[in-house]
T-cell receptor, first 112, second 113 residues
Framework: SQQGEEDPQALSIQEGENATMNCSYK?????LQWYRQNSGRGLVHLIL?????REKHSGRLRVTLDTSKKSSSLLITASRAADTASYFC????????????FGAGTRLFVKA | GAVVSQHPSWVICKSGTSVKIECRSL??????MFWYRQFPKQSLMLMAT?????????EQGVEKDKFLINHASLTLSTLTVTSAHPEDSSFYIC?????????FGDGTRLSIL
């Protein structure tokens, strides 16, 4: 299978709470990215973390990367109803070809 | 920033029709573009790698005769879904690389009646 795993598959929280999504992947990577997708729409790039980085912040987003465990997490702090979307991790395997392979995704629902 | 434009954004057509989707890199050149398919409530699955001036590389399980890819210039790749059937209804997204990042088009929603 192309995909890595993400958990949870779906997450429902109250506005103001934090949301944590996890991603695992299968091969060695050059970098890992997180994307957001609103229902039926295109992708919005959120953050990129390189294989030699362990943590990165962008606004309310915090991403961690553990290459020894082949896993990453995305934390959204102080969530808002507008954060409701699907979130995907995506990896660039260093097997050549510059492919981007997506995880299964987490559907986040933030209740107002 | 780098922009990838995809056209059309939405297609509805009858079974048996062939449908062409265009993917353009607007302000950069892309020797390689990628085509993905996304079924409802699922993730994006890589279908094929489009290579400028040469044959596309298809992922396992993707029928090359069904999904024709042409990458005739450094800014344009096209995906043609030949003799489309209802099971081909899906969201198709292309991407192109500029530096480290992959840039994605806004997708094409294909509905086959």
């Amino acid at each position: 299978s192309q995909q890595g795993e993400e958990d949870p598959q779906a997450l429902s929280i109250q506005e103001g709470e934090n949301a944590t999504m996890n991603c695992s992947y299968k091969t060695s990577i050059n970098n890992l990215q997180w994307y957001r997708q609103n229902s039926g729409r295109g992708l919005v790039h959120l953050i990129l973390i390189r294989s030699n980085e362990r943590e990165k912040h962008s606004g309310r987003l915090r991403v961690t990367l553990d290459t020894s465990k082949k896993s990453s997490s995305l934390l959204i702090t102080a969530s808002r109803a507008a954060d409701t979307a699907s979130y995907f991790c995506a990896t660039d395997p260093n097997t050549g070809g510059f492919k981007t392979i997506f995880g299964a995704g987490t559907r986040l629902f933030v209740k107002a | 920033g780098a922009v990838v434009s995809q056209h059309p954004s939405w297609v509805i057509c009858k079974s048996g029709t062939s449908v062409k989707i265009e993917c353009r890199s607007l302000d950069f050149q892309a020797t390689t573009m990628f085509w993905y398919r996304q079924f409802p409530k699922q993730s994006l699955m890589l279908m094929a790698t489009s290579n400028e001036g040469s044959k596309a590389t298809y992922e396992q399980g993707v029928e090359k005769d069904k999904f024709l890819i042409n990458h005739a210039s450094l800014t344009l790749s096209t995906l043609t879904v030949t003799s489309a059937h209802p099971e081909d209804s899906s969201f198709y997204i292309c991407s192109a690389r500029s530096g480290t990042l992959a840039h994605f088009g806004d997708g094409t929603r294909l509905s086959i009646l």
